[in-house]
């Protein structure tokens, strides 16, 4: 079992940063390494991709629409995964979740089909 607990989501107005973690805990078996990911979904839309972060090699992934604005970074002795997010859109407006899973393949990185865990979600509020 893998438990991820997602932080930092509010309101922000257009141009502002928030800073997203995810904090993971496993409980009786470990994982040597997964992939931990950001997914948001928006109301009515389904839920995308944004970013992914292999623990085992350290390679991450980004989606277009976030490539240069967002940026995740990984505190090992943590295992917290943290997704900065500057210059904030009122399209980037959504629940945004965390999810895990040890075998994730690089190639489908942005389906959620591939995690099997999840964080409850931290929503995320931009306003014009």
């Known amino acids: 079992q893998l438990q991820l607990v997602e932080s930092g989501g509010g309101s922000v107005q257009a141009g502002g940063s928030l800073k997203l973690s995810c904090a993971a805990s496993?409980?009786?078996?470990?994982?040597?390494?997964?992939?931990m990911a950001w997914f948001r979904q928006a109301p009515g839309k389904e839920r995308e991709g944004l970013a992914a972060?292999?623990?085992?090699?350290?390679?991450?992934y980004y989606a277009d629409s976030v490539k240069g604005r967002f940026a995740m970074s990984h505190d090992k002795s943590k295992n917290t995964l943290y997704l900065q997010m500057n210059n904030l859109k009122p399209e980037d407006t959504a629940m945004y979740y965390c999810?895990?899973?040890?075998?994730?393949?690089?190639?489908?990185?942005?389906?959620?089909?591939?995690?099997?865990?999840w964080g409850q979600g931290t929503q995320v509020t931009v306003s014009s």
């Open positions: 999810a895990a899973d040890p075998e994730v393949r690089t190639f489908w990185w942005t389906k959620e089909s591939e995690y099997g865990y």
């Open positions: 496993a409980s009786r078996y470990s994982f040597s390494s997964y992939c």
């Open positions: 972060f292999y623990t085992g090699t350290g390679r991450t």
